[in-house]
C-alpha cells in the first residue's frame, strides 16, 4: 500500500470559513483530493410550509454575498408555479439589480479573495501572516496591487449602491419579488444608476483589466494549471424583453455540445452527510441530514448532468457562448470574469435606455395558487437553480442546486471526483501551505455558505481515508 502524505488547508476561502481541502501527496504531486464543507444550515427544510410569495426574501439569506442571486431565481420558480407574468420595467430592473451584484462580487473575488495569492502586500493586517512562497512582481508592482487591492472596495461599494437605487438596500435587497420589481422607475434613479456604472466602467478598464493581464504575464503557467473536466453548463439568463439573453445556455459534454434540458440534473448524496439515496431529480429528493453516514465528508451533494460533473461559472459561460478564453486553468477562469465584468457593466447602459419611467414595474395577478414552478438563471458563481411545488400559495416542497455545489460536491456513487476535486490531480506543490492548490481553488470563487442550506463548531473531525 501505497503510503500518501497528507495536507491539509482549513479554511481554505479567504471569507467562507466552512470549506476544508484535504490533499493527498506523493514525491510532491497531488494524487488524490477531498473538498468539504463543515456548515449545515437547513434552509431547504425553513421553507416548507411558508408563503410562496415570500420565497425571494428568505431565499437571499442564504448567502449575503450573492443574495440577488436567489431572490430572482426563487421568483422565477415562484413565478412559473403560479402562472404569473411580469412586465418589462420589472424584467430590466431585475437585471440592474442583480448586475450590480454581480459586479460586486466579481470585483470581491478578484481583489480580497485571488489576487493575495499572487502579490505581496505591506506588513499589516489583512497582509499578514502572509506566504512568501512564489511571488514574482517587482516592489513598484507589489506598491501598485496594493493601491488597487483597496481602492477596489470604493469600487464595490458603488456597485452595492447601483444595487440599492433599484433594489432597496444591500445585501438582501427589497426590489426582487414575484411578479416584478418593487421599485419605480423615474428620471433620478436612472441618472443616478448610469453615474454608478460609468465609474465602475473607468475601473474595470483602466485599472482591473491592466491588473490581471499582469498576472498572467508573470504566471504564465497557471493560465492552464488547475483544469477542470472539460464539461461545461450554463442555463442562460438576463433576458431581453423580446425573450434573447446576454448569457446564452448550453452544455457541453466531453466535447458534444448540445441544449441544456432541467431534466438531466440530478443530486446523489452517497458520499455526504445525508439519509442515503441515489441519483434523484431536485422535485424528486428531500434533504434529510444524517452525520452519522460512514462515506460521507461533506454536506454538499453531489449535482450531475446526465450523470456527469459540469463546471459552471464565467469560464464555463465565455465557452458556450463561444467567446474567446485565454486557457481553462486557473488564470483563464480569472481571466474571463474579468472580461465579464466589463460585458455587465456594458450591459446595463442599454437596459437604462430601454426603462419606461413611470410604466408599470409589478404585475401581481396569479392564474392559479397551486403547481410547479423551476427558476433557472446564471449568476455570479455559475447556475443556479430553484425547485418548487406550491399548494395553496404555500411552498410544499423546495430545492436548491448552487454553484459551488456544481464545481465542488461529493463524489457520486461511481466515485467521480467533483470538477474542484479534479483540478487539483497532478498538480505540483513546491509550498508547506498548498499555495498553488489554494491558487486553483479560489479562482472557481467558491461559496460554502450557498453549497448547503449549525455550525459544529466543537470540534474538526478527522477524515480516516484508506488510499
Not at 466552512?18 to 506523493?26: D, F, I, R, S
Not at 440599492?164 to 428620471?187: L, R
Not at 434533504?287 to 456527469?308: E, H, L
Request: net charge neutral; proline share 5%; with cysteine.
Amino acid at each position: 500500500m501505497t503510503i500518501l502524505d497528507k495536507r491539509t488547508i482549513f479554511p481554505m476561502s479567504r471569507i467562507h470559513n466552512p470549506m476544508l481541502l484535504e490533499a493527498w501527496l506523493e514525491n510532491g504531486e497531488i494524487k488524490d483530493a477531498y473538498i468539504s464543507d463543515t456548515l449545515y444550515r437547513g434552509f431547504e427544510q425553513i421553507l416548507i410550509g411558508r408563503s410562496a410569495l415570500d420565497m425571494p426574501y428568505y431565499t437571499q439569506r442564504v448567502c449575503g454575498i450573492c443574495s440577488s442571486a436567489h431572490a430572482i431565481t426563487s421568483a422565477l420558480a415562484v413565478e412559473q408555479a403560479l402562472g404569473m407574468h411580469i412586465p418589462t420595467n420589472g424584467l430590466l430592473i431585475r437585471n440592474l439589480i442583480l448586475v450590480s451584484d454581480l459586479i460586486q462580487n466579481h470585483l470581491r473575488h478578484i481583489y480580497l479573495y485571488t489576487l493575495p495569492d499572487y502579490f505581496r502586500g505591506p506588513d499589516i493586517a489583512p497582509f499578514i501572516p502572509h506566504s512568501e512562497f512564489d511571488l514574482r512582481l517587482s516592489t513598484k508592482e507589489n506598491t501598485t496591487l496594493t493601491e488597487h487591492y483597496f481602492k477596489s472596495f470604493e469600487i464595490a461599494r458603488i456597485a452595492h449602491s447601483a444595487f440599492a437605487v433599484f433594489g432597496g438596500k444591500a445585501p438582501h435587497g427589497h426590489g426582487i419579488v414575484p411578479g416584478g420589481a418593487s421599485m419605480e422607475v423615474n428620471v433620478d434613479n436612472v441618472s443616478r444608476y448610469r453615474g454608478y456604472m460609468m465609474e465602475i466602467l473607468g475601473f474595470i478598464d483602466d485599472v482591473l483589466i491592466p491588473d490581471i493581464t499582469l498576472i498572467k504575464e508573470r504566471y504564465p503557467e497557471y493560465i492552464i494549471l488547475g483544469q477542470g473536466v472539460g464539461n461545461y453548463l450554463s442555463v442562460g439568463g438576463f433576458p431581453s424583453p423580446e425573450g434573447s439573453t446576454l448569457f446564452s445556455q448550453g452544455v457541453i459534454l466531453q466535447g458534444k455540445r448540445e441544449n441544456f434540458n432541467e431534466k438531466h440534473v440530478t443530486e446523489d448524496v452517497t458520499n455526504a452527510w445525508y439519509k442515503p439515496h441515489g441519483p434523484l431529480h431536485p422535485m424528486e429528493e428531500d434533504t434529510v441530514p444524517d452525520r452519522s453516514q460512514a462515506k460521507g465528508y461533506t454536506w454538499v451533494k453531489s449535482p450531475r448532468y446526465r450523470g456527469q460533473p459540469v463546471e459552471v461559472g464565467p469560464l464555463a459561460r465565455a465557452i458556450v457562448n463561444k467567446e474567446e478564453i485565454i486557457g481553462t486553468g486557473t488564470l483563464g477562469r480569472i481571466w474571463a470574469r474579468a472580461l465579464e465584468l466589463k460585458k455587465l457593466a456594458k450591459a446595463t447602459l442599454e437596459w437604462l435606455n430601454r426603462l419606461e419611467p413611470g410604466a408599470e414595474t409589478l404585475n401581481l395577478k396569479m392564474e392559479q395558487d397551486s403547481g410547479v414552478g423551476i427558476g433557472l438563471h446564471e449568476v455570479m458563481r455559475g447556475t443556479l437553480g430553484h425547485w418548487v411545488s406550491v399548494k395553496n400559495k404555500r411552498v410544499k416542497h423546495y430545492q436548491i442546486v448552487t454553484p459551488s455545489a456544481l464545481n465542488f460536491g461529493a463524489r457520486d456513487a461511481t466515485g467521480t471526483r467533483s470538477v474542484g476535486e479534479s483540478s487539483l490531480l497532478g498538480l505540483k506543490i513546491g509550498s508547506e501551505d498548498l499555495k498553488e492548490a489554494g491558487r486553483v481553488i479560489r479562482a472557481f470563487d467558491p461559496c460554502f455558505s450557498c453549497s448547503v442550506h449549525i455550525i459544529d463548531g466543537e470540534q474538526i473531525r478527522t477524515l480516516k481515508i484508506r488510499v
